[in-house]
Each structure stands twice: as structure tokens, then as C-alpha cells.
């Protein structure tokens, strides 16, 4: 179970059932939770192109192997256009160096197309453009074919299902091998996931002469445990305050997007972060606005997006509140976030941020600007 995004994922895989024909899926029972934000808290999920931006990690679990799970941006051929500078937008550039940097320090990379729509120029181009980026040696490519639920797909009749053989042809010739068919929102082919995770744990422990099992894991784990709890950090505000750059200063990396445009953030996204030799889970969320203008705005995107940084701010043990410094006093939406936070019962620390564009002077000093909002 992924504690920060909510995703289950528990697979249990059957490998002698794995007689099949070329692309009939194991016999292996699969248990894929599609994560539901509004009520649990997981991953921003929705039909919209682009919904996520960050680079969001969980711990994944299959059977009793844990491994680290990271949904990233899409890519197609215009977003790779933008890291290299021919095209010129901030946040798509922003979005796909985060992409990059999940893919170069992955162990293992699962390039999702859609099995309906077959392969595309995107596809090719992104499968290139992995193989030219990809840094770590031992990393490997998996293709996976989604949207192929039920069994129909397999059955050759000179229709749709036709196509879809045709398009896992074409897939395997992309250059990563046999594209494993899936269906991620009904939880079908996963097995076919797990036995390739298992393997290249395996594989990994060898080569790293690592022989822990999944008991001594166990075992660690409890000790960790009982040892030191990382203080849950949830940092807030309201949009365009600069939460995300304090983010990124404290972790001294480009972890989390950041830039001028309004609403960039959207997943809360929760990082480890050691400060002191103290453990801190620090947790990057989505600006908050007024409910009025969301309702005038009305996107649901933002709706659970702020619902997600709300939740983040519940498990905290810290809330800190972002201000931008400029406004110079408390806006009532701050008022209202500051209220909601020691409501919860959670510690509050106001940040008042972009101080240098504050104008200070031996009229109005940094002591003043204190004391104003100290006394609202
Ligand atoms: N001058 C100045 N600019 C800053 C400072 N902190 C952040 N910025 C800029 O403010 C803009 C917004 O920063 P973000 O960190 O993306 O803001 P955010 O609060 O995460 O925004 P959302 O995710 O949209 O809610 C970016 O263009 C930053 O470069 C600061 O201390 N000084
Ligand atoms: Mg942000």
C-alpha cells in the first residue's frame, strides 16, 4: 500500500500460469486500486491531457517486494521540443526535465502507449529519445500496451481486435521488445509487471551483493519504525507564492516544477528531505485559492488538487504558510488557510517569501512588515 498517494498495488504473480499465446496475459490474480482522489487521497486522475506535472513517488509492493514507484508527465514530441529549447514554454520544459530525471535513475521504465490508437510518431520519438537520455546502464525499457481490458482484443475476427494485433507488432518493433497488453484502470495484465520487477530485483541484489530478504526487510522496517518518525512537513499557501522554490531551496535540487504561472503545482508531492540528520518528509502542495474562484473558475483539476493539499496539511505535524511578502499583510484567504491548520491541530509557521521584491528601506524594515502581520 502507497501511504501518500493511496495507490494499492498488490499483485500477486502465478508464474506457471504464464502459457499463453503471444499476447494473452498470465493466469496471474491482480489487484490494481485505481486511485480515487477524492476520497483517498491518491494521484490527480483525470481524462484531461496533462493533468500530471510533478514527479510523484510512492513505495510499490508486490507480494512482499517493495520497490520505489514514480508517475511522471507525459511525454510526446512537442514536450521533448521544449527541453531542448525550440520551443520556448516554461512550464511544458519544467514538466519534462522532471520526467527526464525519473527516467535516468529509474531501474525500470514503462513506456505506456494506447493499444487502440496503435503507434504512434510520439511514441517513436519518445522511445528514441529514452534510449539516447537513458544514463544507468543496467536500466531497462518496458513497453506496456494499455486499455486492453477483457479478452476480445485477442480474438482474431477482421475487426477492431485485428487492429489491435497489428498495433502490438508494430510496438515490438519500437526496439524494447514485446509490448506487455495491460488495462490500468481495470487492473488486468499487472502480473506481467510484477514477474519483471521481481526479476530485475533479483538481478540487482546480485550485482549489488545485496542478500537481504523480504523478513530481514521486514525486520528493518519495524526497527525503523520504532526508531525515528520523519516529521511530516506540509508547506502552503496561496498560488504563485513560491512554495515550491522554498521546496527546492531546502532540497538544494530542481525536485518540484516551479514558475510564474498561477496553479503550476497540482499533486501534493511528498519528498524525503534530512535536515540535521533528522528525517523530514516534506510535502510540496497546490496553492490554495478562494472558493469563490474556483467556483467561477469552475475546474475540477483544482478542485482536487486542493483537496489533495488540504489532506497533505491534515497528516502534517508542521503546516508551514507561504506569503508573499509584496501584499504586505495577511489575505483573507491566508486568514482562512492559518484558521483551517490550527483547527487540525497542527502546527503553524507563517514564511513570508519574496521579500527582495519588498522594497525595503529605513521607512519600512523587515521588523515592521513583522509586526504588521503578527497583529492581524
Ligand atoms: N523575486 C522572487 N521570486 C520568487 C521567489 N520565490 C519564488 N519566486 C518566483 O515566483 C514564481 C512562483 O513560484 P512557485 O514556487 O512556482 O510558486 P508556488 O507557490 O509553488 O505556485 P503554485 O504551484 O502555482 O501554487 C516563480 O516565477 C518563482 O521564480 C522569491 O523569493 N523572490
Ligand atoms: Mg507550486
Known amino acids: 500500500m502507497c501511504k501518500e498517494a493511496n495507490k494499492s498495488y498488490k499483485l500477486s504473480s502465478d508464474n506457471k500460469s504464464r502459457k499463453r499465446n503471444k499476447h494473452r496475459r498470465s493466469g496471474g490474480f491482480v489487484g490494481y486500486k485505481s486511485p480515487s482522489p477524492s476520497k483517498h487521497g491518491g494521484a490527480i486522475v483525470s481524462s484531461t491531457p496533462g493533468t500530471t506535472r510533478d514527479r510523484r513517488e510512492c513505495i510499490g509492493r508486490i507480494g512482499g517486494t517493495m520497490f520505489q514507484l514514480v508517475d511522471t508527465a507525459g511525454v510526446d514530441g512537442e514536450r521533448i521540443g521544449h527541453l531542448y529549447g525550440k520551443l520556448k514554454n516554461q512550464m511544458e520544459r519544467e514538466m519534462i526535465k522532471q520526467t527526464l530525471e525519473a527516467a535516468k535513475t529509474s531501474d525500470l521504465i514503462l513506456l505506456m502507449f494506447d493499444a ?59 526496439g524494447f521488445g514485446e509490448p506487455i497488453p495491460i488495462s490500468a484502470e481495470h487492473g488486468e495484465g499487472l502480473a506481467d509487471i510484477a514477474i519483471i520487477v521481481e526479476e530485475m530485483i533479483r538481478e540487482k541484489r546480485e550485482r549489488l551483493g545485496l542478500v537481504m530478504t523480504n523478513d530481514d526487510y521486514n525486520v528493518k522496517k519495524k526497527r525503523g519504525d520504532e526508531a525515528e518518525k520523519p516529521l511530516q512537513l506540509a508547506i502552503l499557501g496561496r498560488q504563485n507564492v513560491g512554495k515550491s522554490t522554498l521546496v527546492n531551496s531546502l532540497l538544494k535540487q530542481d525536485r518540484v516544477i516551479t514558475g510564474e504561472t498561477p496553479g503550476l503545482t497540482r499533486d501534493s508531492i511528498t519528498v524525503t528531505w534530512t535536515w540535521n540528520n533528522r528525517p523530514v518528509r516534506l510535502c510540496d502542495t497546490a496553492g490554495i485559492r478562494r472558493a469563490t474562484k474556483r467556483d467561477r473558475a469552475n475546474d475540477d483539476i483544482e478542485d482536487l488538487a486542493v483537496a489533495d493539499a488540504m489532506r497533505s496539511m491534515k497528516v502534517a505535524d508542521v503546516a508551514v504558510m507561504v506569503l508573499d511578502a509584496r501584499a504586505r499583510m495577511l489575505q483573507r484567504q491566508e486568514l482562512a488557510i492559518a484558521d483551517q491548520v490550527v483547527k487540525e491541530g497542527r502546527a503553524l509557521v507563517v514564511a513570508a517569501n519574496k521579500m527582495d521584491l519588498l522594497g525595503l528601506d529605513h521607512t519600512y524594515s523587515k521588523e515592521d512588515y513583522a509586526q504588521q502581520v503578527r497583529q492581524q
Open 116 to 174: 487502440k490508437v496503435g503507434v504512434t510518431a510520439d511514441l517513436s520519438e519518445t522511445a528514441r529519445w529514452l534510449r539516447k537520455n537513458s544514463t544507468n546502464i543496467n536500466s531497462r525499457v518496458v513497453i506496456l500496451a494499455n486499455k486492453l481490458e477483457g479478452d476480445k482484443w485477442t480474438h482474431d475476427d477482421g475487426t477492431a481486435a485485428t487492429s489491435v494485433m497489428e498495433h502490438l507488432l508494430e510496438a515490438s518493433r519500437v
